[in-house]
């Protein structure tokens, strides 16, 4: 743990000191980085019909289970808290839940939502992210009609991996 805690500090450290600003898409500097690939997420909010982990592996890994690591964004704390193996998860808090322990409007809360999603893909490098859910839809809209085209291309999970995904590398 303190090796890990070490490294993190130290990639931090190199981050700020670097040229490239936070909204760089350079190489992450960690190590714990190194042997991720290329990150495909699933942003999953307010759905519960599956098991959330599951279904992101299987969307973002259909034909190669060992494939590289999935990222599960999702509002469902009880996946976060568990381990499963090629998944990595970030939270995102429900907009009811956020709303009501802050205080805050709609509008706020959606802003808040937005810039976490943002930040979140910006920090793992997705190039590319399926969303499930209604809930999921409306943050996907907003954040694509406040910052235009981005890095990051979103797909609607139709209910089966598409043929014309490719394979994992």
């Known amino acids: 743990m303190p090796n890990r805690l070490s490294q993190a500090l130290s990639a931090a450290r190199q981050a700020v000191a670097s040229e490239a600003g936070p909204t760089s898409r350079a ?18 909010l307010g759905h519960r019909k599956e098991d959330p982990a599951q279904l992101a592996l299987a969307i973002a890994r259909p034909d190669r289970p060992e494939g590289p690591a999935v ?11 568990r381990r499963v193996p090629g998944l990595v998860c970030e939270y995102l808090p429900p907009a009811a839940d956020l709303a009501e322990t802050t205080g805050d409007g709609p509008d706020v809360v959606q802003h808040y939502l937005q810039r976490r999603l943002l930040s979140v893909l910006e920090k793992w490098l997705v190039t590319e992210c399926h969303w ?32 014309s995904d490719p394979a994992p590398a």
């Open 27 to 44: 190489e992450p500097q960690s190590a714990d980085f190194a042997d991720l690939g290329s990150i495909k997420a699933v942003l999953a």
């Open 71 to 81: 990222l599960l964004i999702t509002d469902d704390s009880r996946v976060v808290e």
């Open 132 to 163: 499930i859910g209604g809930e999921a839809e409306d943050l996907v809209a907003a954040v694509q009609s406040d910052i235009g085209p981005s890095a990051t291309a979103f797909h609607a999970y139709s209910g089966q991996p598409r043929a």
